[in-house]
């Protein structure tokens, strides 16, 4: 049975870090700004990334540092939470995972676990809205870690492969092999990785057949270009994960 992250509309439209639109100034990414603009745009889904504050608030943000975002070199787990508010009031709000839930109820979030020190935290964090989270990590450790706390918290959030996990499946695809295939794709809600790594193809026809056999989703990160999103959409991609949360709807024909 497909979990209630996934509605039945297809494909899906996931905006990266939310949306800043093209004419958006001093917005950045996985700020309040954004999530607002992607709501604003008819997003349903937002992909966003977790770290936790120097006094334990889990922060929606990508690097692990601000010197990207706000010059700053120190790491977002040496700050408090209050100074991070104030470094980012202007360049489109900080907000933590709990606020971001409850502020926009409509929104389904895929969350990227980046720190190992936030895992817990985030489980719990999403518990009682375990059906409408995906939680996803590069590394599965530290996805179980998070899946863990939301089980024991009383939530079953979707989730999607890590690396290790990825790289199984890939195998397994190469083998021709159903029940490496299903092995790999084991307690896996959606497959969430990039075209290619390098010289090496993931995504291709038969892998997406595969991942299909096992009820599993496919989504493709990070697709910016209209042509590419057509041929992915073509081939039966279910998800694309892109910074053009516009351009993609438009590509779709309306907001998924």
């Keep these: 049975m497909m979990h209630p992250y996934f509605d039945p509309e297809r494909p899906r439209v996931l905006a990266h870090r939310g949306f800043v639109p093209p004419d958006a ?12 603009a992607a709501h604003a745009a008819g997003v349903r889904y ?15 943000f990508h690097d692990t540092d601000l010197t ?13 939470r209050r100074e991070l508010e104030k470094i980012m009031a202007e360049r489109g ?20 676990v980046k ?8 489980g719990e964090a999403v518990a009682p809205h375990a059906d409408r989270v995906l939680v996803t990590s590069f590394s599965d450790r530290r996805r179980m870690l998070a899946l ?27 083998s021709g092999v159903p029940w490496l295939i299903r092995r790999a794709l084991r307690g896996i809600d959606a497959v969430q990785v990039p075209e290619r790594r390098g010289p090496l193809r993931i995504v291709s026809p038969r892998m997406i057949r595969a991942v299909h056999r096992s009820g599993v989703e496919v989504h493709v990160w990070t697709v910016n270009d209209a042509d590419d999103m057509k041929r992915l959409l073509a081939a039966g991609v279910d998800g694309l ?7 993609a709807q438009l590509v779709i024909g309306g907001p998924r």
Excluded: K
């Design 25 to 36: 100034e001093n917005i950045v990414e996985n700020t309040f700004a954004a999530f607002a």
């Design 46 to 60: 937002v992909e966003s990334d977790c770290h936790l504050s120097a006094d334990g608030a889990v922060i929606l």
């Design 68 to 80: 990207r975002v706000a010059g700053d070199p120190r790491r977002i787990s040496d700050v408090p």
């Design 93 to 112: 709000g900080l907000i933590t995972l709990p606020q971001a839930l409850e502020a926009f109820p409509t929104l389904r979030f895929n969350l990227d």
């Design 115 to 122: 720190a190992d020190d936030a895992a817990t935290a985030v």
């Design 148 to 174: 863990r706390a939301a089980r024991a918290a009383g939530g079953d959030p979707a989730t999607s492969a890590g690396t290790v996990r990825t790289i199984a499946l890939v195998v397994a695809v190469a």
């Design 241 to 247: 994960v892109t910074d053009h949360a516009d351009r």
